[in-house]
């Protein structure tokens, strides 16, 4: 079991790392790199900084949820363990398709802590929940907000944010059906079940029974958010604010470059459209697709000149930047971990 979870962890580091040299390569073959950086040099710094505490915001924010479902579970768990948990979830949900990896992750480092693992998923759940459900109506809102933009100026890629925005609502509709119409889950899974069948899929029993175990899963979670309304409210609340400040480094990457055309409204109005369609596609941390999307998007917002220096100052805050800063932190995770089990050791 652990040598297939570390396996699965090397390929997706492997394939993380691929997307990146054919992204770099794609998006700066053409491009004055010695330009790029000397724009990127003249920047205001300060703006800089507040793009960097934003994104610390961002992974406080997800701690704190953590924690608060672990607490109301039973677990006295503290900001430090919840903001360990939230830069877990960030890293290997960015190196691995669809974020795939984050909450599996989260669950074996809270084994580790003693947390048991019904509880973890509960509470990852949760906070799954209220993700969703913020990101699906921040970027709806978005885009109404910005209709004539998104229909008159970004042409064909339009049709690609419709698609990212269609999934992520179906996401979210499903995380409603799981948790509280559990009928109805049951004839979607049989439903699934009998085409599955026909198609003579190998592994039908572990279907049904990882299936059944989800079902209990979202089970649970209903009956947690029932019990937990006030608390799910104030997760929805600390959610909302997690994604406005990440939403809000391309705002300050903009007014770094000394410009104002453009308010805060719009902009993070516009990265939340981006943020919405790209995270839908099974390529780890969008990579590719939201450096694409970011150019073909703010093209209209910066000037020519300062596209490819925003959107390289923007993606190396809100994401390469905490990858490393994440990855580091697990490395520190686990010394700590690898001492105290030898301190144990020698102990008895």
Known sequence: MKDNKIKNIFKSTIFFVVMLILTSYMLFKDSNLTSIIETIEDVNTNYILLAIMAMCVFITCEGINILRNLNILGYNVGLIKGIKYALVGFFFSSITPSASGGQPMQVYFMKKDNIEISHSIVALLIELASFQINTVII??????????FFMEKIGSIKYLLFIGITINIIAFLFILCALFNRRLMEKLLNFATKILTKLKYKNIEGFKEKSKEQLEEYAS??????????????????????????????????????LSQFNFIQIISIQAVLYSSVMALPLPGGVGASEGGFLSLFKYIFPLTLTSPAMLLSRGINFYLFVLVSGLAIMFFQLIYIKNSNMSKETA
């Open 139 to 148: 970027s709806l809102l978005g885009f109404f907000l910005n209709m004539n």
């Open 221 to 258: 979670g209903a009956k947690y958010i029932k019990n937990n309304k006030k608390a799910l409210i104030k997760t929805l609340m600390i959610t909302f604010i997690q994604l406005t400040a990440m939403y809000s480094v391309t705002f300050f990457v903009y007014k770094s470059f000394g």
